[in-house]
């Protein structure tokens, strides 16, 4: 079993930043594809970012991209994501997530092997 845990959320101004991580248990993560999703309170858990195991393939939802990106450290077994420009609609519990099967499978939700527990991000004045 491949455990995921997120850090880095918190409050955070209107235009602020922040860095999600998203630590996995083992070296086995090199081989998964990683995503970030989030959800906000009455909403659906939607797609953020993507990263496959080899940093090849990069995929944004439309309203993140220029503002967010997504990187990996195989040999941290750490995922992150830079967030800048945040704005309140950004506001949700984030949470990485690994499958197998590559990018275009997690943001489908076509294949998810595992979750993290999420970590809150809000942007408020």
């Known amino acids: 079993q491949l455990q995921l845990v997120e850090s880095g959320g918190g409050l955070v101004q209107p235009g602020g930043s922040l860095r999600l991580s998203c630590a996995a248990s083992?070296?086995?993560?090199?081989?998964?594809?990683i995503g970030w999703f989030r959800q906000a309170p009455g909403k659906k858990r939607e797609f953020v970012a993507g990263?496959?195991?080899?940093?090849?393939?990069?995929d944004y939802r439309d309203s993140v991209k220029g503002r967010f990106t997504i990187s990996r450290d195989n040999a941290k077994n750490t995922v992150y994501l830079q967030m800048i420009n945040l704005t309140p609609e950004d506001t949700a519990t984030y949470y990485c997530?690994?499958?197998?099967?590559?990018?275009?499978?997690?943001?489908?939700?076509?294949?998810?092997?595992?979750w993290g527990q999420g970590t809150q991000v809000t942007v408020s004045s």
């Open positions: 997530a690994a499958g197998l099967n590559g990018v275009e499978a997690l943001k489908n939700g076509d294949r998810i092997d595992f």
């Open positions: 083992d070296r086995s993560a090199s081989w998964y594809a």
């Open positions: 990263i496959s195991f080899s940093s090849g393939k990069l």
